[in-house]
């Protein structure tokens, strides 16, 4: 049997039975992501000493009958911008310098840990975060796993990849302006974007209230249970919400029957959506109606915030960067020196006037869902473009939010959205849908998600790739 094609829930029914133990499964995963690492390039780091220590740990515990938590046992990465104890988080930078303590993890690290998760490794991340498409002066190019001359998006491309590749069934992600949803549409995997503050960060992301941190897995199941663990307080994040009223897992038997969806297939025409995706979307929502939703196409009041958008995220990485020495600058990567610098112009003015157009948009979403449970786009208006580019060759974009009309909103309006994956293009390639769903409304999102995957709808099944056999060194 081939542990690396099983979600997190299925391995945990299979240790409950007795019929495999983590260690297996971590042995299986480990193998996996060092044969994928080669061709697909997912890892900054791999940790396997200490996984299969963890492992162990986990099999004698399933042997008592004392499992430590919900995921024990369970193969975990974590994107290399969130703190992973013992081992550095160079955040795909030359400028971080890997010696030092490392002696804390972020809140959701944390919360695994205690519930007895085993950490494979550290994935793949553009430099500090700032893009949709995963490379960095540090690591290099993360490709696709369906197609490995294409990217795997980003930010959490490296997370993406090794899920989609049996590399671990779960994975931590951060989304700032599509981080999650971007590669996980691309990659063919199921991705989720929390409310703002529901998953605690810690430290702070430069990007602000921008930045969520969430669950990327194979199915919204699994994402659930995920969520289940990490979606609790933590004295170290100012703005981190309370607990949730209930279990993610158990709000998944709801079911969609008489849910109020609205579907917005270009945002009232303001985005070309490529043909092969706006098919398989429009297959999904179809699907979604048949479970006895009542679907209604319709658009919600969102002229494109882009410039409000760049204002936030260009100042915040110019802040980040602004400290450091004119040697240390030249190693960053020449995009993210470029945003630096035009951030570094932004006035307060101009500033507080992007503040101003997110909360006007926050406030139209809040009123378009009084009227509706859910609004479903396409995630992103294409497939996966070429490796290495942050734009596709020929395209008049000059920045990653070009292509990614979809996502970005709703980091500035701090809803929970998520990307199902529900197809191919003609090419072959992974295309995700969106569901978004009013803020601390996440449980409405898992549901419909949850009831695609359960009518055969939704699939982000183990990929086949010829990815090298030899290994690399981590």
């Not at 986990?58 to 938590?69: C, N």
């Not at 990327?216 to 994040?237: E, S």
């Not at 479903?376 to 290495?388: H, N, Q, S, W």
Request: glycine share 12%; proline share 8%; with cysteine.
């Amino acid at each position: 049997m081939q542990l690396t094609d099983l979600t997190a829930v299925q391995l945990l029914d299979g240790y409950r039975k007795g019929e495999f133990s983590p260690v297996e499964a971590t042995e299986q995963a480990l193998e996996r992501a060092r044969r994928i690492q080669p061709e697909v390039n997912a890892f900054a780091r791999l940790t396997g000493e200490d996984a299969l220590a963890r492992a162990r740990e986990s099999a004698a515990r399933w042997r008592r009958g004392e499992p430590a938590g919900l995921v024990d046992g369970v193969p975990v990465t974590v994107k290399d911008l969130l703190l992973l104890r013992g081992h550095p988080t160079l955040r795909g930078s030359k400028t971080v310098a890997e010696q030092g303590r490392w002696d804390e993890d972020a809140p959701p690290v944390a919360r695994l840990r205690e519930q007895g998760a085993v950490f494979l490794g550290k994935t793949t991340t553009p430099e500090y975060g700032w893009k949709g498409v995963t490379d960095s002066p540090l690591t290099g190019i993360t490709r696709n796993p369906h197609d490995t001359t294409r990217t795997a998006g980003g930010s959490s491309g490296g997370s993406a990849a090794a899920v989609a590749l049996g590399a671990g069934p779960l994975s931590l992600g951060t989304d700032g302006g599509g981080g999650i949803r971007i590669p996980a549409a691309f990659c063919g995997i199921f991705g989720l974007k929390p409310t703002y503050g529901r998953v605690p960060l810690y430290p702070a992301s430069a990007f602000g209230t921008l930045s969520h941190t969430g669950p990327m897995t194979r199915d919204a199941a699994d994402a659930a249970l995920l969520l289940d663990v990490i979606g609790t307080p933590d004295p170290r994040d100012w703005s981190a919400l309370p607990a949730a009223p209930g279990s993610f897992t158990e709000a998944l038997r709801g079911g969609v029957r008489g849910l109020r969806v609205a579907y917005s297939p270009s945002l009232g025409g303001q985005v070309a959506v490529r043909p092969g995706v706006a098919a398989a979307v429009r297959r999904a929502v179809t699907a979604l109606a048949e479970l006895g939703a009542y679907v209604e196409e319709t658009d919600p009041d969102l002229s494109d915030p882009v410039e409000a958008f760049h204002t936030l995220w260009f100042s915040a990485a110019a802040r980040l960067t602004q400290g450091f020495p004119p040697h240390r600058r030249g190693l960053l990567d020449p995009g993210l020196r470029e945003i630096c610098a035009r951030g570094a112009r932004t006035s307060a003015l101009e500033y507080l006037a992007a503040v101003d157009v997110r909360a006007r948009l926050g406030r139209r979403m809040g009123d378009f869902h009084e009227r509706y449970d859910l609004l479903l786009t396409p995630t992103l208006p294409l497939t996966a473009f070429e490796a290495g580019a942050e734009v596709p060759r020929g395209s008049v974009y000059r920045r990653w939010t070009g292509w990614t009309p979809f996502t970005y909103p709703f980091n500035l309006t701090r809803q929970p959205a998520a990307t199902v994956p529900v197809g191919t293009d003609g090419a072959g390639l992974p295309v995700g849908m969106q569901i978004v769903a009013a803020r601390h409304r996440d449980e409405l999102v898992l549901r419909a998600a949850h009831a695609l995957f359960e009518a055969g709808a939704a699939s982000a099944g183990p990929v086949t790739t010829g990815v090298a056999e030899k290994d690399r060194p981590l």
